[in-house]
């Protein structure tokens, strides 16, 4: 089926619109936009600039996408953005577009960014994350597949969030949280293994206690960090699930929260 149009949208010459998709009232749709079949757009939003999403994602009223980046930096380069596949993206959310010719803000599948949250310039969020209401990421942020955050949570420029981490609501997030991890508080501090969310995901047993033997290297040891990655090394299994813990300690840009 063609899309759906309210009578009171506008949907200027050149947006392409897959099957299916249904563009609801009020709402304005760039002519550089494309949007995937069986998309969903509510009331009173707006979708600018070089933005592609993909298929199957609701957007509800009031989300903004696609707007140039709030940084000063930003010279009307020809940027993007990257929405793609089962994605909800609640009431007045919204997503700016990348500082830096060909450079893109991203989202990927399968995640949930509930009411107010911002989604700054050359962000990466990955699949299936789960960013509550009124998370604020900065420009240059990265959340891995899996991560959840809890409300109310700013996020440094820069910082990167590890898969399956969790954040606890109202946290600021200065530097970045390692994965499988839970951190909480202000200033943030980590609390153990995200065993729960572990668990609900399958891991086994034997893999959450690898990682909390990675855990107490890390945080309930004298060693720094450099250490700590060693020993980790050195004497526990190289599943993918260490090796995943270990490229973020050696990748890590703004050093880990402690």
Known sequence: MPAVIHDTAIVEKGAQLGDNVDIGPFSIIGKNVSIGDGTR??????IE????????????????????????????????????NENTIREFVTIN???GEGESTSVGNNCLLMAY????????????????????????????????????????????????AFVGGGSRIPKDIPPYFKFAGN?????????????????SIETRALLKKAYVFLYRSE????????????????????????????????????
């Open 117 to 164: 949250v911002h989604l700054a310039h050359n962000c990466i969020v990955r699949d299936r994350v789960i960013l509550s209401n009124a998370v604020n990421l900065a420009g240059h942020v990265t959340i891995d597949d899996w991560a959840i955050i809890g409300g109310m949570v700013p996020v440094h420029q820069f910082v990167s969030i590890g898969t399956h």
């Open 49 to 84: 600039g070089n933005t592609s999403i993909g298929s199957e994602n609701t957007i509800f009223n009031g989300a903004a996408i696609g707007a140039p980046p709030q940084d000063l930096k930003f010279g009307g380069e020809r940027s993007f953005v990257k929405i793609g």
């Open 223 to 258: 060693l720094n960090v450099s250490q700590a990655a060693e020993k980790i090394k050195e004497e526990l299994d190289q599943t993918d699930e260490i090796k995943t813990l270990i490229e973020f300690i050696c990748n890590s840009r703004r050093g880990l929260t402690k």
């Open 41 to 46: 757009v509510g009331s009173n939003v707006l």
């Open 97 to 99: 577009s990348a500082v």
């Open 187 to 203: 200033p943030p501090k980590v609390s153990g293994l995200n065993s729960v969310g572990l668990e609900r995901r399958g891991f």
